[in-house]
């Protein structure tokens, strides 16, 4: 990757904030006079068509989680996903409910974890910085890996979701 | 007198045929438009009327206009299948033509009623029998304004010919002149959709026959210029028309007038042909208000603005026949999306578009830029306000245009629409490179129009190949269609490289995730300006139309009240006249009885 | 003439320096850092290193180049400063349709995207623009009457003998200034691409070098509706340096009065222009003809 | 406490009446007179439905549906009880007196099976492509559900000793 072109995806990450849960309340903060995340360049995007960073924040109910896949789809490339919260890595506090997904990482690459079940501002920003710093060394690529083993994300979601023409648009 | 005949045997043979009548049609419209460049002056007399027929390069100007566009429209696919549209349309050639090489009242006004009643006839369709009835009143209207002025001028003159108005002009008192303006003014002002003879024009264009609706709009609504440059310049003399300032000050800003609410209306229309109407209404409004400055720029910008409109109104005409053949559809509301069907006359709309609204490159420019300077020349500082408002409105309705038919997302009904015919790109895009040619070359442009500019007795404005220059400011055409190419091919090349593309299907789009259906009906198109729509209802109530209908009623009960007089029984008439005879006595008497 | 093709990639540049200054000032006035200034410039190398974007057909293509070559052309003909003034011989008309490409451009570009959401964007920005267009000619209309030529290089030269027209012409300005305040696109007139509300407007299909491409023609929108402003206002620029002065404090001024007000409903900010600025540069035209504009 | 109301109520319906506490009055009724009680008691100024909740009995084999039901005049909350049969859980709507209910009723028939007859928009309201039993029955079973379905990760010792060893590392012991 060119060094001018890699410097300015780490200087300018525009973000969708998908607010699933109650990780919401935790990204005002950030976004705004408190703690301001646009000092590092890191704006929220109006549409995911714009956007090179997801951040999911809070449980993956099933509804939920198939418009995280579509969102998720709709970024163009390189794109990176930042994942808020227990309910996230393991199901968190819903790990047994019947409409809850538990793990993020099965439905899509997920590149950076923030535990916490709700992480602070600070910590979101040292998880921001850890992306920052994969991307410097080229570990941020949950995108490649989506293209790569794209079968079997797409079993785990069928299994979870069902495979049905009401809510899958694309095939990637 | 050759493009009379042939135009003539042209619609009768195209009569009688029946599956040739297009080439038929075709051939002889394009033989009699090479003869109309040929003609000879021709004088014969009828009943003691000399009619002289020549070719003035005025009209050479309009015809070569007119009459290849015609020959343009004729190329073009018919949507309908009935048996007189080709000779109707041959027909109204010949009028158009007859008007043209006429240099004598008589067969100018046979001519024009050749025309109109062949248009109405290509307009009437029993689905809307009210726009075909509306256009035949209101070109009768006009035809009577024009046949009263001819018996003024042959009652003062003694003879039919132009030649002999124009010369013994001081028989006439201002104010007969200002009457007969007035006069022949409703005449070309009801063909030119000056504004408030406008109230036939968007029904007539939307019920007349689709691919005729692009010559009707873009060649015979140049007649009514073209009668007023005859009226203002040729008869009246340019130095003496000057002297009339209230009606040159009337007749700018009716011309701005039409121009700004013909495009303020045009934004509100919801059908294809209305809206193009509209537009074509504010055009027309446009090289009116050009003309009645009456100096060599307005003139000049007249006539541009009528070639440009000519131009693009043709392309945009036939590019709503060919989406009508095709889909059937005539509103904004079932249509949209139609880029994918019908590619290539997008492309050559989208550049009569620009043409229209005149950005630079295209040829819509320069006729707007003569506008402009003509009327700061002038000193009409409110009157450039006005115009560069229709301007602006031009902005809004052609992008309704485009947007309502092409853009959005199509409804699955519109799948399997095919192209457009072969012939219709065709002849739009010839049309669409001439559009471009007078665009980037407004110095050719002007020369073509010098002989008709000195004919009217202006001095032809300064200019080179390329540019144009005036007291004011100079455009050079050139440098700039040059300076679009070079940026544009940078642009692209810019363009091609870098991110790769991401092929996304048209239920792909944003919608915050939900999955969208072929069915979703996720279009924006139908009241496409609401929130303009909404605070301007009160004055978009109003209109010329309801105007003149109330009169209409109005007479109507005013003639009830009379019948209560006229009972029609004979008793009631006797008493009357009794009455009558007992105040004359009474009224004799009291004078004074048999002294 | 060289200068004449570099000046719109120098604008360019300019602009989005300026957008980051305004990032800058409205970060600095919400009591926080905000990004540096030259950070605009960065996301639009990242725009452009994307190695994906969106894409839905042909003009949705061309929308994006139609808007560059119009921006590049506008801003050549734009009499920038100096001996030269560092453009073609342009005609006031003449830029102020070559200023109508680009925004067409993406209008053209935005309606092929196929979503509801561009379409009702670019029916804001045109409506927008009926309401502004007036006020901002109707303010011209006094000078160019006045001065007997449209050649803005010439206005810009007699206002150096006669002074600026700001003063010759004070309520005409202020009708114009109103405009120009909608024609950047800032705060209370940024409806078309109100993110909020929706989703960015005509950009909501853009990403990747598209939307770079569209930052540039924004950036160079800046300059060029500013910069016809000083020209026909304030006495053009003897130098770059001076121009770019001139254009930004104005660009400045108009960002501090954004700053503190709400957005305007599409249909108010209509009515709005047509009440008050229009009103105002009426009242100009009329007090500059009573004063012998003649 | 309520007397004259518990002499009204009782009066007109067979209704076990049972003040629990101040402002807070239990009522149980047969199934066939709930909606002219709930009619009769909307007249009384009871006029609005707070909400309709259901218990399942499972051992008794019943549902037991709850109308929650609160007066602004008197400052009332009345628990309207009743129960139907769990086999055949079916039960008439009370839309008709409170149009609110529409929605209550079907949530009540997403998440427990009850068919209100009469309920215009029984149609699933939250669960999407659901298809289990009603899920708020007691007997579903939800983790074997979440098994089936999601996979997750189980905190076995190997993974905690894992865990810890990243910890140490972080030196946040």
């Known amino acids: 990757m060119s060094g001018i072109g890699k410097t300015s995806r780490i200087k300018s990450l525009w973000v969708t904030y998908y607010v699933t849960g109650c990780g919401g309340i935790e990204l005002l903060p950030v976004i705004t006079s408190r703690f301001d995340a646009e000092r590092f360049g890191i704006i929220t995007s109006a549409t995911p068509r714009q956007s090179d960073v997801l951040v999911v924040s809070g449980f993956l109910t099933t509804k939920t989680l198939r418009r995280i896949i579509r969102t998720y789809e709709q970024m163009p490339d390189p794109k990176y996903v930042v994942a808020l919260g227990a309910c996230t890595i393991n199901g968190g506090i819903y790990w047994d409910s019947y409409s809850t997904a538990d793990k993020l990482e099965l439905y899509i690459p997920v590149d950076v974890y923030i535990a916490g079940c709700m992480p602070r501002p600070e910590s979101i920003f040292m998880g921001f910085a850890h992306l920052m710093a994969m991307i410097k060394g080229d570990k941020a690529d949950g995108w490649k890996r989506y293209h790569e083993n794209y079968k079997w994300y797409k079993k785990n979601q069928d299994k979870a979701l069902g495979n049905s023409k009401k809510w899958r648009v694309r095939d990637v | 007198m050759l493009t009379i005949a042939l135009y003539f045997a042209g619609s009768i043979i195209t009569y009688f045929t029946k599956k040739a009548s297009a080439i038929i049609a075709f051939i002889f419209a394009v033989l009699a438009n090479i003869a109309f460049v040929f003609t000879k002056p ?30 343009f429209v004729m190329f073009c696919y018919p949507n ?26 008589l067969s100018f006004f046979f001519g024009w009623e050749l025309m109109s009643v062949s248009s109405f006839f290509l307009i009437y369709n029993n689905k809307d029998r009210k726009a075909g009835l509306l256009y035949l009143v209101a070109s009768a209207v006009g035809a009577y304004g024009i046949l009263m002025g001819i018996s003024v001028v042959y009652a003062k003159t003694g003879s039919i010919l132009f030649t002999s108005f124009s010369q013994n002009l001081n028989l006439f008192s201002r104010r007969e002149i200002v009457y007969l303006i007035f006069l022949f003014g409703a005449g070309f002002g009801v063909k030119a959709a000056l504004m408030p003879l406008h109230i036939w024009a968007p029904d007539g264009y939307r019920e007349a026959r689709d691919p005729f609706t692009a010559f009707f709009s873009g060649g015979l609504s140049k007649l009514g210029i073209y009668g007023f440059l005859l009226l203002l310049f040729v008869f009246i003399g340019t130095d003496r028309f000057a002297t009339f300032h209230i009606t040159k000050w009337t007749l700018a800003w009716l011309g701005g007038l039409t121009a700004f609410l013909g495009g303020f209306y045009a934004i509100f229309q919801t059908d294809i042909k209305r809206l193009l109407a509209f537009s074509s209404i504010s055009q027309m409004g446009y090289a009116i208000t050009a003309l009645s400055l009456s100096t060599s720029l307005g003139v000049t910008a007249s006539l ?27 509103s904004f509301d079932e249509l949209g999306g139609l880029v994918k069907n019908m590619p290539l006359t997008f492309i050559v709309s989208v550049f009569a578009v620009i043409g229209l609204n005149g950005v630079p490159p295209m040829g819509g420019f320069p006729a707007k830029w003569l506008v402009y300077e003509g009327l700061i020349k002038a000193h009409y500082p409110g009157l450039i306000a006005l115009m560069f408002a229709a301007s602006t409105t031009a902005f809004l309705y052609s992008y309704r245009f485009i947007h309502g038919v092409f853009f959005g997302k199509r409804m699955p009904s519109l799948k399997n629409i095919k192209e457009a015919p072969f012939v219709n790109i065709l002849s739009s895009t010839i049309l669409m490179l001439a559009l471009l040619f007078i665009g980037m070359f407004p110095g050719w442009v002007v020369d073509f129009f010098s002989p008709a500019i000195k004919f009217l007795g202006f001095k032809v404005m300064v200019h080179t190949f390329g540019t144009l220059s005036t007291p004011l400011g100079n455009f050079n055409g050139f440098l700039v269609g040059i300076v679009f190419i070079i940026a544009g091919l940078f642009a692209t090349i810019v363009s091609l490289f870098f991110s790769r593309k991401m092929r996304v299907s048209s239920i792909d789009t944003y919608s915050s995730g939900e999955a969208l259906t072929e069915e979703t009906p996720y279009h924006y198109s139908s009241n496409f300006y609401l929130f303009i729509q909404r605070d301007f209802s009160g004055f978009l109530r109003l209109s010329a139309r309801k105007f003149y209908f109330s009169i209409a009623r109005f007479i109507e009960n005013s003639a009830q009240g009379l019948r209560r007089i006229y009972t029609g029984n004979g008793q009631v008439y006797i008493w009357y006249v009794i009455i009558v005879w007992i105040g004359l006595i009474i009224g004799f008497l009291y004078k004074g009885g048999f002294k | 003439m060289t200068w004449a093709i570099l000046m719109p990639f120098i604008l360019m540049f300019a602009g989005l320096l300026y957008m980051g200054f305004a990032r800058k000032i409205h970060a600095r006035i919400q009591k926080r850092y905000g990004p540096p200034f030259y950070q605009n410039i960065y996301d639009v190398i990242k725009l452009f290193s994307k190695r994906e974007a969106a894409f839905h057909g042909g003009m949705f293509h061309f929308g994006p180049v139609l808007s560059l070559t119009g921006i590049i052309m506008a801003l050549m003909f734009l009499p920038v400063g100096g001996k030269p003034l560092f453009s073609f011989q342009g005609d006031l ?87 120009l ?74 960002l501090l009065i954004g700053e503190v007000l709400p957005r305007f409903r599409i249909g108010d900010a209509l009515k709005f222009f047509w009440k008050w600025p229009l009103g105002i540069a009426l009242l100009g035209l009329l007090v500059a003809v009573l004063g012998g504009v003649r | 406490m309520y007397e ?45 439905l707070i909400s309709i909740s259901c218990v399942d009995w499972i051992k008794e084999n019943e549902f037991e549906i709850v109308y929650h039901l609160w007066s602004y005049t008197d400052e009332i909350h009345i628990m309207l009880k009743t129960r139907i049969s769990r086999k055949k859980p079916i039960f008439e709507t009370a839309s008709e007196i409170y149009p609110v209910a529409q929605t209550f009723e079907r949530e009540i028939h997403e998440m427990f099976g009850v068919d209100f007859k009469g309920n215009k928009r029984q149609i699933p309201f939250i ?47």
């Open chain 4, 127 to 173: 669960l999407e492509d659901w298809d289990d039993i009603p899920p708020m029955r007691k007997d579903f079973d939800p983790l074997k559900y979440a098994k089936s379905h999601f996979e997750t990760e189980e905190y076995t010792e190997e993974v905690w000793t894992k865990v810890r060893k990243i910890q140490k590392f972080r030196g946040e012991e």
């Open chain 2, 80 to 105: 309908t299948k009935e048996r007189q549209y080709y000779p109707l349309f041959l027909l109204s050639l010949t009028g158009i033509s007859i008007i043209l090489l006429s240099n004598n009242f």
């Open chain 2, 42 to 71: 021709l004088n014969f007399h009828l009943a003691n009327f000399n009619l002289n027929f020549s070719l003035t390069p005025l009209s050479y100007i309009f015809g070569i206009i007119i009459l290849t566009l015609a020959s």
């Open chain 2, 304 to 330: 541009y603005t009528v070639l440009s409109h000519a131009l693009f109104k043709g392309i945009l005409f036939i590019t709503a026949a060919s989406v009508i053949l095709r889909t059937g559809k005539h």
């Open chain 4, 4 to 48: 004259d109301l518990k002499k009204d109520i009782q009066g007109k319906f067979p209704a076990k009446f049972e003040v629990i506490r101040e402002r807070r009055i239990k009522v149980s009724i047969d199934k066939n007179s709930v909606l002219p009680f709930l009619s009769y008691i909307k007249s009384k100024g009871f006029i609005h």
């Open chain 3, 181 to 254: 305040h909608a024609m950047l696109g800032n705060k209370p007139f940024d409806q078309p691409i109100a993110p909020h509300e929706i989703a960015s407007g005509p950009l909501v299909e853009y990403g990747g070098k598209y939307l770079g491409i569209l930052q540039l023609y924004q950036a160079g929108a800046i300059l060029l509706s500013t910069g016809i402003y000083v020209d026909l206002f304030f006495g053009g620029a003897s130098n770059v340096w001076m121009f770019f002065l001139k254009t930004f404090l104005i660009y400045f001024v108009l």
């Open chain 3, 93 to 179: 008309f003449v830029l102020l349709y070559l200023a109508v490409i680009a925004p067409w451009g993406m209008a053209l570009g935005a309606g092929n995207a196929e979503n509801p959401l561009a379409s009702v964007g670019i029916a804001r920005a045109l409506t927008l623009m009926l309401g502004y267009e007036i006020p901002f000619f109707i303010g011209i209309i006094p000078i160019v009457v006045r001065t007997h030529t449209t050649q803005i290089v010439e206005i810009i030269q007699l206002q150096q003998i006669n002074g600026w027209n700001v003063i010759l012409f004070p309520i005409s300005a202020l009708a114009s200034i109103i405009a």
